[in-house]
């Protein structure tokens, strides 16, 4: 069918209509008109992928990767990144307008920095495919269901992103082609695969591993079992990785932990939350899903106290950890599960004038029963899903007198329609 792109949904694909019903068209940009075939039916809308672009856009771009059209990893390519960033950012105030029922007082400049070589945590699908005789390692094709055959992926860090069509032939060559679900990708001053198997190594794998490890001067770590049965080819437990978070800290932390994608934005996303949450010597800080302590260390050289609570007891553990190596003894840490009520814990009656908040994707609504309390001054919320970012701002300027002052996008996947965001409340 030929159809008008009308906007673009918030997976980046093109939204078109087709009598009563909206479309969906993967490849497609506003403004275009395109010939798209349609891939599944539903009810009210239909899924579709542009076969041909009749009349392009003038934002559309070559993409860079020669997979761009199969992969997932990847699904506005054919954008320019300044043009991404417009989008991202509609997105996250059409869902503060729509959900939240609010507009915040003023936009922050989107936060963008590299946007190749950016990715220093992934998570790679491998499957031996028996008809073509090999084994595929990269991201899911973009209809979810095989292995996309990648050669190359250029938003990987690049110690490990020209290795993938290598990765294939390594497995393909295993005793264990079959028995290989994923590698892990964690790159910080040593780029680490971590390659999870179901079956017990043979000899010859062990050393096929080895080979290729000092080939490309990569670290190869084993995972047996779940996330604490790493070790490394010797059978001993991996060693510490380490990043920066500014010139005078750093964070160590394992290669399955947690940490943000984009070491870049995440520098610059750091400066941005310390700046908006103005925290004096005389603040006490409540510091919310707060990992290895990303946000924790750098507000506790600014405040007279820090708290910082996490689910994970793996994560509470290193942040401790890190901050007795960083120096740092105004920081306190507990293990809880944030999606429960905690109301009665000692560190959720304490007299907070800050507060950060870190949410996973289903954001932060189970906290809000009980804080902020009103001590709160200013809030920081760094949010990876919009929709649930707007949700939570509805509670929080509705329910706890705060008003909406700034909110801006973090450019942390580039060429995804991932959006990534931060926003600053301030009490009534």
Same mark, same amino acid.
């Given at each position: 069918?030929?159809?008008?792109?009308?906007?673009?949904?918030? #997976?980046?694909?093109?939204?078109?209509?087709?009598?009563?019903?909206?479309?969906?068209?993967?490849?497609?940009?506003?403004?275009?008109?395109?010939?798209?075939?349609?891939?599944?039916?539903?009810?009210?809308?239909?899924?579709?992928?542009?076969?041909?672009?009749? %009349?392009?856009?003038?934002?559309?771009?070559?993409?860079?990767?020669?997979?761009?059209?199969?992969?997932?990893?990847?699904?506005?390519?054919?954008?320019?990144?300044?043009?991404?960033?417009?989008?991202? *950012?509609?997105?996250?105030?059409?869902?503060?307008?729509?959900?939240?029922?609010?507009?915040?007082?003023?936009?922050?400049?989107?936060?963008?920095?590299?946007? @190749?070589?950016?990715?220093?945590?992934?998570?790679?699908?491998?499957?031996?495919?028996?008809?073509?005789?090999?084994?595929?390692?990269?991201?899911?094709?973009?209809?979810?269901?095989?292995?996309?055959?990648?050669?190359?992926?250029?938003?990987?860090?690049?110690?490990?992103?020209?290795?993938?069509?290598?990765?294939? $032939?390594?497995?393909?060559?295993?005793?264990?082609?079959?028995?290989?679900? *994923?590698?892990?990708?964690?790159?910080?001053?040593? $780029?680490?695969?971590?390659?999870?198997?179901?079956?017990?190594?043979?000899?010859?794998?062990?050393?096929?591993?080895?080979?290729?490890?000092? #080939?490309?001067?990569? #670290?190869?770590?084993?995972?047996?079992?779940?996330?604490?049965?790493?070790?490394?080819?010797?059978?001993?437990?991996?060693?510490?990785?380490?990043?920066?978070?500014?010139?005078?800290?750093?964070?160590?932390?394992?290669?399955?932990?947690?940490? *943000?994608?984009?070491? /870049?934005?995440?520098?610059?996303?750091?400066?941005?939350?310390?700046?908006?949450?103005?925290?004096?010597?005389?603040?006490?800080?409540?510091?919310?899903?707060?990992?290895?302590?990303?946000?924790?260390?750098?507000?506790?050289?600014?405040?007279?106290?820090?708290?910082?609570?996490?689910?994970?007891?793996?994560?509470?553990?290193?942040?401790?950890?890190? $901050?007795?190596?960083?120096?740092?003894?105004?920081?306190?840490?507990?293990?809880?599960?944030? /999606?429960?009520?905690?109301?009665?814990?000692? @560190?959720?009656?304490?007299?907070?004038?800050?507060?950060?908040?870190?949410?996973?994707?289903?954001?932060?609504?189970?906290?809000? #029963?009980?804080?902020?309390?009103?001590?709160? %001054?200013?809030?920081?919320?760094?949010?990876?899903?919009?929709?649930?970012?707007?949700?939570?701002?509805?509670?929080?300027?509705?329910?706890?007198?705060?008003?909406?002052?700034?909110?801006?996008?973090?450019?942390?996947?580039?060429?995804?329609?991932?959006?990534?965001?931060?926003?600053?409340?301030?009490?009534?």
């Amino acid at each position: 069918m030929e159809l008008l792109i009308q906007d673009l949904a918030h #997976d980046g694909r093109g939204i078109a209509r087709a009598g009563q019903k909206a479309v969906f068209v993967s490849g497609a940009l506003p403004g275009e008109r395109v010939l798209a075939h349609v891939v599944k039916r539903h009810r009210q809308y239909d899924d579709a992928v542009a076969d041909e672009i009749l %009349e392009a856009s003038p934002d559309r771009i070559q993409p860079h990767c020669a997979h761009a059209q199969i992969c997932s990893g990847c699904s506005l390519q054919h954008l320019s990144p300044q043009q991404q960033i417009e989008f991202k *950012q509609k997105h996250l105030i059409d869902n503060l307008e729509r959900i939240g029922k609010v507009s915040p007082q003023r936009l922050l400049p989107p936060l963008q920095r590299d946007i @190749w070589g950016y990715r220093r945590k992934a998570r790679l699908s491998v499957r031996h495919v028996e008809k073509k005789g090999k084994a595929l390692v990269g991201f899911r094709e973009a209809n979810g269901r095989y292995v996309a055959e990648l050669q190359h992926c250029p938003v990987l860090d690049e110690r490990v992103g020209p290795l993938l069509g290598a990765l294939s $032939a390594l497995v393909t060559n295993m005793d264990a082609r079959a028995s290989i679900p *994923q590698i892990e990708v964690a790159a910080a001053e040593r $780029a680490v695969l971590v390659f999870r198997h179901l079956h017990p190594l043979s000899a010859g794998d062990r050393a096929r591993l080895r080979q290729f490890g000092l #080939d490309h001067g990569l #670290d190869i770590v084993l995972q047996p079992a779940g996330n604490d049965s790493l070790v490394d080819l010797d059978g001993a437990a991996p060693a510490a990785l380490s990043y920066a978070i500014d010139d005078t800290l750093s964070l160590q932390y394992l290669p399955l932990d947690f940490v *943000q994608v984009n070491d /870049s934005i995440n520098r610059a996303m750091i400066v941005q939350a310390l700046e908006l949450l103005a925290v004096g010597p005389a603040d006490r800080v409540l510091d919310l899903y707060c990992g290895l302590g990303n946000f924790t260390l750098p507000l506790a050289r600014q405040a007279a106290s820090v708290f910082g609570v996490e689910g994970d007891a793996g994560l509470i553990e290193r942040a401790r950890a890190n $901050a007795s190596r960083c120096g740092i003894a105004n920081i306190d840490y507990a293990v809880a599960d944030l /999606s429960l009520d905690h109301s009665g814990a000692a @560190w959720a009656q304490g007299d907070y004038s800050r507060m950060l908040l870190d949410p996973p994707r289903a954001g932060a609504e189970a906290v809000f #029963d009980y804080l902020p309390g009103s001590a709160v %001054e200013r809030l920081v919320y760094v949010s990876c899903h919009p929709g649930t970012l707007a949700r939570d701002t509805a509670m929080l300027v509705q329910r706890k007198g705060f008003d909406l002052i700034a909110a801006g996008v973090m450019d942390m996947f580039p060429h995804t329609a991932h959006v990534e965001s931060m926003a600053l409340f301030v009490r009534r």
